[in-house]
């Protein structure tokens, strides 16, 4: 048996084990026939998408299908017809099918289509141009420049593909340093790091972000300008520190460089409505407090003029990453089964979190997903940890001063973007390790003091935003 068949048969005995065990033996009183095996599926979707035997958007999916087979109200007779008191409630099959278009993915959906058009017609790589110009030919001054416009273009677009196009413009620069020189790797090291910061700053920049969205409705919601007012700053900070931080521990020898990026902006009548479309739907985003209408509705404007004007066509959303869509779904749909089966809120209530002080709630969830991050996907790490953090949060009275649930699921979600520490932890850092450039000991330990950091920055923001009253 190969290593990948043996690792998904080790998470379906794991899962058919804890099915296997009486409801009365497992630590949760009251426990539901439904609820117990929504916690079968949790474990089992946990150890897919730690140990990959199958592709993390391949787990999504197959959460999605065992929930409509299972739990559902159109599942499978012999499973769902059950008349005993203790087998707990169905959920409707249109909610769990619903996660295939939830506003979430449908805000994801027009980054891609920003994020798309906007290399199609060069305008990330004109922006570099213009934006790189100012910062000279000192290496330090170059390398926070890179910086910086990667982390601008990861608040916007996928921090993979701004990293891939990043890492290309790097390509030529890296040729003016000695083979020895330091300044290689804190070059080579800057374009994931500043990927995976920038991504912070806006609810699109990175998947947990958007996930977060999902559990911060009603009283919690949170719009696209209340984000980007206290992430921005955050990404600022940060981005600042790891500069700071790269050039200590590689500091270049080489005292100028000259960089030149090919590419300008294009005039044709496409190009044009690709620029004013960016710009105006980054407005709106940032302005829905004087217009009305929430992220999710704006980001279907970009999707609707660029598929009217054939700026995307047919075999460009061929090349869409569907992928990423697909695993946020089956995150949507693990923790819609752990909130409406009930399961979240049992356990929680089942561990006594009321007497624990609301800031070491607050420090334990946020080290834990960065932790988690560092050896999965972020994304896998959010949908695993929100649901069970919003229950906390909405259970928990003594956060309830402190913001509740939405400080809690914020900390959590910005937290799982830290986690940066290994060449498997994000995209972003597996492509800059491919370079050759990154040893992987290099790498932790700037990744580790950055996610230790960043942590503290977490802290410190969240006990502003409440001094401020935003909870």
Do not use: C
């Not at 969205?213 to 990404?235: H, Q, R």
């Amino acid at each position: 048996m190969n290593p990948k068949a043996t690792k998904f048969a080790l998470s379906l005995a794991v899962a058919v084990l804890i099915l296997l065990i009486p409801t009365d033996v497992i630590p949760i009183k009251d426990l539901s026939i439904v609820e117990h095996r929504v916690m079968a599926l949790f474990v089992f979707a946990a150890m897919l998408w730690i140990l990959e035997p199958i592709p993390i958007y391949a787990t999504s999916i197959l959460i999605i299908v065992i929930e409509l087979l299972s739990i559902s109200t159109s599942g499978i007779n012999v499973l769902i017809d059950n008349p005993a008191e203790s087998f707990g409630s169905l959920i409707n099959y249109k909610d769990i099918m619903g996660t295939f278009a939830s506003p979430i993915i449908l805000l994801f959906l027009g980054g891609f289509f920003l994020a798309m058009a906007s290399t199609k017609y060069r305008l990330d790589q004109s922006l570099a141009k213009v934006l790189l110009k100012p910062f000279g030919t000192r290496p330090k001054m170059i390398m926070l420049g890179l910086m910086i416009i990667t982390a601008i273009f990861s608040m916007f677009m996928s921090n993979t593909a701004t990293t891939a196009m990043m890492l290309s413009i790097l390509a030529p620069v890296l040729g003016y340093f000695d083979e020895k020189d330091p300044g290689r790797i804190a070059f080579a090291l800057s374009i994931p790091v500043a990927a995976n910061i920038g991504g912070l700053g806006t609810p699109i920049g990175t998947p947990p972000n958007a996930l977060a969205l999902k559990y911060l409705n009603g009283a919690d919601s949170i719009s696209f300008g209340e984000w980007m007012a206290f992430g921005v700053p955050f990404v600022i900070v940060l981005l600042t520190i790891a500069w700071l931080l790269l050039l200590k521990f590689f500091p270049p020898k080489a005292e100028n460089i000259n960089i030149e990026i090919k590419g300008k902006f294009l005039t044709t009548s496409k190009a044009i409505i690709v620029y004013v479309t960016f710009a105006l739907t980054i407005l709106l985003w940032l302005f829905d407090f004087v217009h009305g209408m929430n992220s999710y509705t704006v980001a279907m404007i970009p999707v609707a003029i660029f598929l009217a004007f054939s700026i995307i066509t047919k075999e460009d959303l061929k090349k869409m990453s569907w992928d990423v869509l697909w695993l946020v779904s089956g995150g949507i749909a693990l923790g819609l089964a752990l909130d409406k089966s009930g399961l979240a809120g049992h356990v929680v209530n089942s561990i006594p979190f009321n007497s624990y002080s609301p800031f070491l709630i607050v420090a334990l969830a946020a080290v834990l997903s960065t932790v988690m991050a560092n050896f999965m996907s972020n994304t896998a790490t959010a949908n695993l940890l929100l649901p069970i953090i919003t229950a906390v949060g909405v259970s928990v009275v003594s956060l309830e001063p402190f913001g509740g649930a939405k400080m809690l699921i914020l900390a959590t979600a910005m937290a799982a973007s830290l986690g940066m520490a290994l060449p498997i932890s994000t995209p972003p850092n597996a492509l800059a390790h491919a370079t050759g450039l990154i040893q992987s000991k290099d790498m932790s330990k700037t990744g580790v003091i950055i996610g230790i950091i960043g942590l503290v920055l977490i802290f410190a923001t969240m006990y502003i935003l409440n001094l401020v009253n935003f909870f």
